[in-house]
């Protein structure tokens, strides 16, 4: 049975929501104060971790004044039979509550203070983590450890047991006790579940891809656009140059493989011997270089018709991006873009 802590002045309060057991320690106990009266004034935040008892809970609840009481509240949940109704969480009581208004403050969604994370589009493996550990409070070093052990993620066969791509951008709820293992277990199923609403698994094989080498497209997408409504042509560039057999080019690629964000790629750049590297060397580099969203995995099975062969996104402050199949246009959007970042 897992103890209880207290930061009394408004602080936390760490318990414990499994309310079966523990509960007859209390009852009956001699000389316990009578019950406030009322809803109380102020506030406390609990915060409610699975595996101890409703004594505990109603111990902790007195010594944070909320209650009078760890009898009065724990009569409360057995005369109500809520010894089951208790749930894990963050809630905001008061001091000095009746145990019955206590006990429906634990009971109604409304007190409970959910923490969240929410990690956005196109971050590759590493930034996510980063993310998930100042979002959540787990060590970087725990979810580090997590993601090297991608079997224990259950991400789908065709992942072929990377990680990268499959850690589904959206606003997680962060559960007490979760640990790094459950949260990237749980990004990966939330990946299931968009893949499976967009058709990735029905729909790559169409455009003669496996499921993740769309995944890996719709990574490039991601990285390379900028705003959605681009997301479509730029696979079809992606596509267009897969056709020619010729090399993708992409900024975004060499960026991956120099573990960096920069609009100033040089010539240099382009020639490091990475298999990511998209300017050295033929097709799709050999996974996802970060993890899209939904609408970059739209647009990687659903890319819109044309015959463009270049993009340049001209200006980035504004996100436009310009599309050619002529060469010629394509050296003057380079050069806009090259006056807008002074390379001149």
């Known amino acids: ?11 936390f309060a760490l318990v414990a929501a499994a309310v079966a057991y523990g509960v007859h320690a209390v009852v009956g106990q001699p000389g316990s104060p009578p019950d406030y009266s009322g809803g109380g004034s102020g506030t406390v935040t609990i915060e409610i971790t699975p595996g101890t008892s409703a004594g505990e809970v109603g111990r902790t609840l007195a010594k944070a004044g909320v209650v009078a009481s760890a009898q009065s509240f724990v009569e409360q949940v057995i005369s109500r039979s809520k010894e089951s109704g208790l749930h894990p969480g963050r809630y905001v009581l008061r001091r000095r509550m009746s145990a019955s208004a206590a006990l429906d403050m634990l009971l109604a969604p409304a007190s409970r203070v959910v923490r969240r994370v929410t990690v956005p589009e ?4 590493g930034e996510v983590l980063r993310v998930l550990a100042k979002g959540t409070g787990i060590p970087l070093a725990d979810f580090t450890e997590a ?4 079997r224990r993620l259950r991400l789908p066969a065709y ?11 959206a606003t997680y709820e962060v559960e007490p006790g979760a640990t790094a293992g459950d949260m990237l277990r749980k990004m990966v199923a939330r990946f299931r579940l968009a893949a499976k609403k967009v058709g990735l698994e029905d729909l790559a094989p169409r455009l003669n891809l496996t499921p993740r080498q769309a995944v890996t497209v719709a990574s490039i997408v991601q990285a390379e656009g900028g705003v959605p409504a681009d997301y479509p042509k730029i696979a079809r560039v992606v ?25 100033k790629v040089t010539a240099e750049d382009t020639r490091n011997g990475s298999p990511y590297n998209t300017y050295a060397r033929p097709g799709l580099p050999p996974g996802p270089i970060g993890n ?8 990687t099975l659903h890319p819109a018709e044309g015959a463009w062969y270049w993009f340049v996104t001209t200006d980035p402050r504004r996100k436009i991006t310009k599309f050619t199949d002529k060469e010629m246009e394509f050296r003057k959007y380079r050069e806009e873009l090259n006056r807008y970042l002074g390379t001149n």
């Not at 072929?160 to 850690?167: D, N, P, S």
């Open 239 to 263: 596509y267009n140059r897969l056709a020619r057999g010729a090399k993708l080019e992409m900024d975004s690629t060499v960026n991956y493989a120099l573990n960096r964000h920069t609009l």
């Open 1 to 11: 049975m897992r103890r209880a802590a207290l930061v009394a002045g408004g602080g």
């Open 122 to 125: 196109g971050l590759r493996m």
């Open 147 to 150: 993601a090297g052990e991608p």
């Open 292 to 299: 899209p969203g939904e609408s970059a995995l739209l647009a």
């Open 159 to 169: 992942a072929e047991g990377e990680a990268e791509g499959f850690l589904f951008p």
